[in-house]
């Protein structure tokens, strides 16, 4: 038997064929996402057209560089596959420009500091603790080792931003940059506020809006595009995309920011990936994606009233995005007891620290809860509800194993309810 007919054109499943060991286990993860329910607020799950997309040849090419000026010939499709991506996600958030080859938020972050700062330069961001992200300046991360990073924080009494604080640390420390954007924050953010303490201090605004780029593309949440010279995305959280990381800026910084990001900080594109993007920024001028994106918010609305008549206690008090914090600074469970107990209840989650928490983060009093994966399998605000009821009968402790198991039941039906991805696996 020739190569080609074994290994790139096999009639059965090739992975089962080829690699039973790892089919055996995207079928196990499969089982496991259709099974249980997803609260992780930062996950989603993607549509099949995306999935397709990345799963294709077009991780076969190499195309360093950018359409229409790339290291390597036979780049005429890729170009046209990027230069989609490209106009569809300008057109879906009205920006100047963007860059679509960032392979994940990260990435996404370190192209727009290196191209917008100087080495050691000052930013002002949010503090890890109170809801920011690793890459908005941690010591152990790149960018609190490449860059000088101050934090602002929440007000503790109300969980919200102190923009007055944000304002007063900005003129201490007059920084070349303030971030705003975070990655457990429940309350809308105010980028015109954040822009005109920018303009006081002369600082650039960088926006990481991963958490809540479906919002912003779908008019749920204020868009940061017309206060912001920088904004950077996931596309695999609320916008519900491939796993990867976009930037966006004004035309005048755009030469600056693809030279970041190649030949600065990335090789070969990942194409297949970009393909997704591009899928994903065209399902998302749809009516569908923006009904989706307001349940989000809605299930969220249900699910925190149904946390608080539980007897928990969240940060800032609700929500007004697609998650929530809850606080266990009281509680004797901890965070990761909290994650531990959900799982067997068939609730996936994550701990979280929360503001004046007293426990390392590896163990945490916060557990964060989102519902961008519910909803996108169906739920209606009344299901987030009831899964809110489960949460607080789980959170309040004391559950014995046989009522886990009974919670865990119900979990199912909901999850049963709502399938997900039928024919793949067949
Ligand atoms: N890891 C992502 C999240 O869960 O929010 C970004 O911080």
Redesign the pocket.
Known sequence: MKTSETMLDSRESALRQMDPAVADLVQAELRRQQDNLEL????NFTPRAVLEAVGSVLTNKYAEGYPNARYYGGCEVVDEVESLAIDRARALFGAEHVNVQPHA?SQANHAAYFAALEHGDTVLAMKLEHGG???HGLKSNFSGREYTFHHYGLDEKTGRIDYDRVRELARQVRPRMIVAGA??YPREIDFATFHEICREVDAVLMVDM??IAGLVAAGVHQSPFPFTEWVTS?TH?TLGGPRGGVVFCRERDAAALDKAIFPGLQGGPLMHVIAGKAVCFHLATREEFRERQRRTVANAAAMAAALLEGGMQLVSGGTDNHLMLVDLKESELTGKDAEDLLAKAGITA?KNPVPGDHRPPAVASGI?LGTPAITTRGFQPSEAAEVGRIVAEVLRGGASEERLGELRARTCELAEAHPIYERLGE
């Open positions: 992780i607020a930062s996950e938020g992200h690793l890459t990655s457990a991963a958490h996931t959280k994550n964060r």
